[in-house]
């Protein structure tokens, strides 16, 4: 049951090098948060702010994006558009009342399963202290 | 209570048939003692939950009707939902709907059936029907057209009519491929090509919208008059007992005033 | 025949809080400027507008978005159908018009072998207590449809406002039983009978507007027409539906769901074909349904004359203006036809 | 106006348009409409005014279709738009004569529209001929968004869900949008089915996030969405925004150029890493 109280996190992660981080967190033994549900992307700049907007409908507490580094992207530059389209995508969200704390951007590359697991935590914790206030956008009426 | 029509009722998956690459037939048997006793032509509404419902031909009802067999083509969100189902899994069933093929009305005639791909699921009822009633009906002709060898549908079948003394059968694919021996050429061209005369014939055609254009056009051209061919219509449709509205050609509406129509009946931009 | 009852408008709010012992009162309320109808509360401010509101009664019946059946996500299948609602309602103030749409909604819905049983229960809890107009708003065209403003056809019970009081008078025996009311006191005098203004909207008719098909006028029609879908949301007769799954924490509805034939997905299939890509084979569609199609199918045209959809349209493009333009060029193409016997340089 | 009829009559003359898209008073009710003018047609009745409100450029890509060369009579936030579409390759400007009118501002309702007290510019950026006034560009300042950055999230979502609640899905937003031209829009869209069909907050919620987002960049302020609104959605702060956002994150004001690329299309390496906002190192 404690699960459940734990904020839910939406990690879309880059197939190359952040997911690749998340498995190398994994096989390193890290630990982080288990309320983490990642989704795998091929690059980072295929994430369409619409999956952000949906994340946040549909319930969840935070949602993170992670790709590789700036010139590191497998594809040449696929996390360049991401930073901007994210950077669009965040404005949005905020403006229309998401608390800026709910999201989390970052670059993660394939070595740092370290800093995945780090990221991890600081923002589940992040993320109770929010435990308070409102979860704004996320549906409410439920198929009953 | 009452329950609204447009809440289906529980099926089982009997049987999975990989047709051809894109299209798969399921044998369904409804969960209650219910039968459906889908008459040539007419359709059925399949639901997978979660997913909605769509539209399709029964393309075989089993002799004592317990149950019957749809083809699906997999084309948008609800068919890619159903071809991932396997046998034992449940389904949604409405039906049957709509208007049916006049068999009884072509009792002494020949019977031409044309078909262009997924088209001659709707069809097949027909020709199951005549040849139970063999001895009612003239000749039967079948013009079955294909994209490619890999696209036939019903081999088993076409076996069977292939080897029936009773049955011409004229198995086509559009463009020449590798290994393919058979009859090259798009339907209204093997229509125009075995010169089709109307004498005591009807002509069934279905199949995507522009070759029904064309073999109709073909046909005309071989003088055969509007109320001799026979067509079923696909629209996009959603309830199936003319509620919703989407299907409507004028003021009928597809799913209850047809789908099968013979082209006096319809204005001429359906087709 | 039942006589007319008379009741103090001071009285209202006792008579309607009476009646909402029993029944589930609807009645307008203006929101932010704006009528809409909701549950009778006596501490809130209603009225009786003189004439239509914006928002069509045909949510009241059909909503605009209705759980016809539920189930469990993870199972395979479980989907159990809604049961109806029973508890009797009393929905008033709807006008002539607003009862027209409810008799058009029938034979779409009733009349059939497919009965659509959640809207049939939706019509027998509902006793219609429907106003007399009392004016006609720049909008209304009801007496160019056949309507008259203050005809109570259709009605269980008919109310007119006069002055400080309202005349009450029960047509059908469910309509009698709400008018076992110790605040109405019979009278002998009814609302007085107008004569009404004509000819504001006439159309041709329907047989004349079939052979407009294929005419060349819809794309000078449909030019302006953003094919956006609120006039069909509006529309008291326009029910077309959409049967969709929706799902949410494992539970799910099959729901029908409003859905417009101006929009470009109403006839798209699964493909991509689309049988009414064009805007003007869309304002096609609708104008013809609406005048032509409805009466061959139903035996009576589908616009009651509320003139919803001009108040609502974002461009102010007048729907009925559409089919008295469409009426004209009718009339203009016989003309030509029976003149000379040749077609007119327009064809 | 008389400078424009003639304008208008010697482009005729010399063969430069084959149709003027443009506003009209209707004689016999007096209401301004869009018009699509032909040679020694209706010229008379041409009128610009506070009334012109509506967009023209929305009309653009079927009449393009239609004639080789259209001209259009273009306020300023309308020129924004035009150039938008130029960029976007959706119009060729060889077929578009743009007739560039000092607008003065435009009332709705009776009263001056929201638009224009934002309105960076009163001429078109992108004429052919200029037609009135040239005042001076200035930088808008879009104070309701301010005042909406200053509330807590909290009273930001209260604030628009009560809006989203009332959406209709009518789509009149998106049809009258001459940004919004999609094939298959994403709300119509089957699989994966991002938006439910159904007017209830979360998927109006989703329409209007993503309405919004697709127009970062792209959105001139033209105000039409919100206009056109039968519920009164103000869209245009959401617009505005983002407008506000793309300009200062990557100094872009849409339609102000017609030579520069959306934001959102184009890549910079040199963007800072604190634009996705949090920490990064």
Known sequence: MQIEKEPRILAILCKWCSYAGADLAGTSRFNYPANVRIVQVPCSGRVDPIMIFKAFVEGYDGVMVSGCHPGDCHYGTGNYHARRRIAVARRLLEFVGVHPDRMHFTWISAAEGKKFAEVCSEFTDKLRHLSGTEKTLARKELAT | ?271 | MSKWHKLKRTDLKDFLSRLAEKWEVWVPYRVDGKWEFGIYAPDREMDFPESVIHVSMKNLFFPKRRPIAKYEEDSKWSMQPVAADDKPRIVMGLHPCDVAGIEYMDKVFLNSEHKDVLYESERKRTVLVGMLCSEMADNCHCTDRGLTPDSASGMDVAFAKVDDYYLFKGMTDRGKEIMQSEYLKAVGDAPEKRKWPAGKYAIASPEEFMDMYDDKIWHELSDICLTCGICTYACPTCVCFLVTDEKFKGKGERVTVWDSCQLQSYSRMAGGHNTRKTPASRVRNRTLDKFAYSHLRYGQISCTGCGRCVMVCPLKRSFPQLGARLSERIRDKKKSKAGTGARSKED | ?281
């Open chain 4, 1 to 281: 106006m008389k400078a424009m009829r003639k304008k208008i009559k010697e482009l005729f003359a010399n063969g430069d348009v084959d149709v003027v898209l443009g506003y009209r008073e209707d004689p016999a009710s007096g209401e301004v409409k869009a018009s699509v003018f032909k040679k020694d047609e209706m010229l008379e009745d041409m009128v610009f005014d506070e009334r012109c409100v509506q967009n023209l450029v929305n009309y653009l890509p079927t009449l393009v279709a239609r004639y080789s060369k259209v001209g259009i009579v273009l306020k300023g936030c309308d020129g924004r738009s035009l150039a938008t579409q130029l960029v976007e390759h959706r119009i060729n400007k060889n077929q578009i004569v743009a007739l560039g009118v000092g607008c003065e501002g435009v009332k709705v309702g009776g009263k001056d529209a929201d638009k224009c007290e934002d309105c960076p510019t009163s001429m078109s950026p992108v004429t052919d001929h200029e037609i009135g006034d040239k005042k001076q560009k200035k930088d808008p300042v879009f104070s309701k968004v301010e005042e909406i950055e200053k509330m807590s999230p909290a009273e930001r979502w209260k604030f628009f869900a009560e809006y989203f609640e009332r959406c209709e899905r009518c789509y009149a937003c998106r049809q009258i949008c001459p940004s919004c031209y999609c094939e298959i829009c994403v709300a119509d869209q089957q699989e994966p089915k991002w938006i439910e069909p159904s007017a209830k907050l979360s998927a109006n919620t989703m329409w209007h996030l993503i309405r919004a987002y697709h127009l970062a960049g792209r959105c001139a302020d033209c105000g039409e969405c919100e206009r056109v609104c039968p519920q009164e959605i103000p869209m245009r702060l959401m617009n505005n925004a983002l407008e506000k956002a793309v300009h200062e994150l990557f100094g872009v004001r849409p339609g102000m150029d017609p030579e520069e690329l959306p934001p959102l299309v184009v890549l910079s390496k040199e963007d800072p890493d604190t634009i996705m906002g949090g920490k990064h190192e």
């Open chain 2, 1 to 271: 209570m009452a329950t609204i029509e447009l809440v289906p009722e529980p099926a089982m998956i009997k049987k999975v048939i990989q047709e051809s690459r894109d299209v798969k037939s399921y044998v369904l048997k409804l969960d209650k003692s219910r039968k459906i006793a889908a008459r040539p032509g007419q359709f059925v509404e399949v639901s997978v939950q979660g997913f909605g419902e769509a539209t399709f031909a029964v393309t075989r009802t089993s002799k004592d009707g317990s149950d019957f067999t749809i083809s699906v083509k997999r084309m948008g969100h609800l068919t890619k939902m159903l071809h991932r189902a396997v046998r034992g899994d449940m389904v949604g069933v409405r039906g049957p709907y709509g208007n049916s093929f006049p068999v009884d009305a072509w009792k002494g005639k020949d019977i031409v059936i044309i078909g262009g791909g997924i088209g001659l699921a709707p069809l097949r009822p027909i020709i199951d029907h005549i040849l139970q009633h063999r001895e009612d009906y003239g000749k039967l002709e079948i013009i079955f057209g294909a994209r490619t060898p890999e696209d036939i549908l019903y081999k088993e079948d076409l076996g069977i009519w292939e080897n029936d003394e009773t049955i011409q059968l004229h198995t086509t694919i559009d463009v020449p491929f590798e290994g393919w021996n058979g009859r090259v050429g798009v339907v209204p061209v093997v229509v125009k090509d075995l010169a089709l005369k109307p004498d005591s014939r009807v002509a069934v055609v279905c199949g995507p919208p522009i070759m029904i254009k064309f073999t109709v056009a073909a046909l005309r051209e071989l003088k055969w008059s509007d109320d001799r061919i026979y067509t079923t219509l696909e629209m996009k449709m959603q309830c199936g007992i003319g509620q919703c509205g989407r299907c409507n050609i004028g003021e009928k509406f597809i799913c209850k005033d047809g789908p099968v129509f013979s082209l006096d009946q319809i204005p001429e931009h359906a087709l």
